[in-house]
């Protein structure tokens, strides 16, 4: 398999592993992936138009998608939905029948009619509701850097947001894998974890510690499962902290050099126990890096201005992202701008 080959199967990879929805899908490299590998590989002299026109139906890639993807032992270990898989299969399929150049593999035949007779139907056709589910975000174009954790599929359940991994986190953790110099060798600590995806990422970015924080149970429940599927290179808890009543000796025992917080500001109501906390916590020689989704633009205003006039002197610097390698997948269509900043004391 070449390598413009291997990009492709690679970047349907990280789609599947994410559950990328199936009506936004590439199933394709960019043209500017595909010049960029070939000329990597085999010089100037390469046919791009040929790498670009690649095609997910040929008897090649049908058998790498089975062996690098579908066979893979990260989703035989935590798999997609099973429902997911069922519809990237069958989708598969019929983009092979309708091309009508080549036949559908044997093998990819009897995992579809396997998934046709296990995997529930979708609650709008009549099927049982989501259930959570595991989804695995790549760090890197390879796989080589996974982060898996189970998550709901559905916006909120058991009364929270916290129980799925929002796109704002996606913006961040790319901003952190572009400069891993900001985590090398720092304790870190992720202020309203969620799920714990992008604590466990600064793991594997280079963290010496990670402790994951949040103010909900049954959140930092599924955090510390989260953490546990996932081989973390260094060590990463997770642990209560209640904006509304914490203590000095929690704030200490974190040991806090680096701050990573994920779109917190959407509520109004958070913003002053979100400034008290970041006040205990955000003092000279710590930095933190925020990332939200600008919903409410009042909000947002307004939260910044409480920074300011809680920790008096902090510095606010809002960062591009021109330089972020967009390596996650999310429909562009519901997701507001995404901004990214840097707080410290100078």
Known sequence: MD???????????????????????????PSAT???????????????????????????????ILDQILHDPTL?????????????????????????????????????????????????????PLKPCFKSYCLDRACSKIVTVMEEQTTISSGTTGLRTWEASFWLAEYLIAHPEILAKKNVVDIGCGVGFLGIACAFLGAKKVVLTDGNTDVLAMARQNIGYNVVPCPTTASLLDWENFTQEQIVALKAEVLILSDLTYDPTNIVPLVNVLKAILVKGVSAYM???????????DFF??????????????????????????????????????????
């Open 305 to 346: 201005a409480r920074i300011e006039q809680e920790c008096v002197g902090v510095e606010i610097e809002e960062i591009s992202l021109k330089d972020a390698e967009h390596l996650f997948f999310f429909d562009e269509e519901t997701v507001q701008t995404v901004k990214v900043f840097h707080l410290s004391f100078p």
């Open 76 to 128: 035989k270990r935590y798999p997609p939905s099973l429902t997911y898989q069922h519809s990237f299969a069958k989708k598969l399929i019929s983009m092979i029948e309708i091309e009508g150049t080549h036949e559908i593999s044997g093998e990819l035949l009897e995992l579809f009619t396997e998934l046709l007779m296990t995997a529930p139907k979708r609650p709008e056709q009549g099927g049982p």
């Open 291 to 301: 990332s939200s989704a600008i919903r409410n633009p009042q909000t947002f205003v």
């Open 34 to 64: 595909s010049a960029s590998v070939s000329q990597q590989s085999t010089g100037p002299g390469m046919n791009h138009e040929h790498a670009s026109a690649l095609s997910v139906t040929t008897p090649e890639m049908q058998q790498a």
């Open 3 to 29: 390598d413009n080959s291997q990009a492709l199967v690679l970047l349907i990879k990280r789609q599947v592993l994410q559950m990328r929805q199936l009506r936004h899908f590439q199933w394709s490299l």
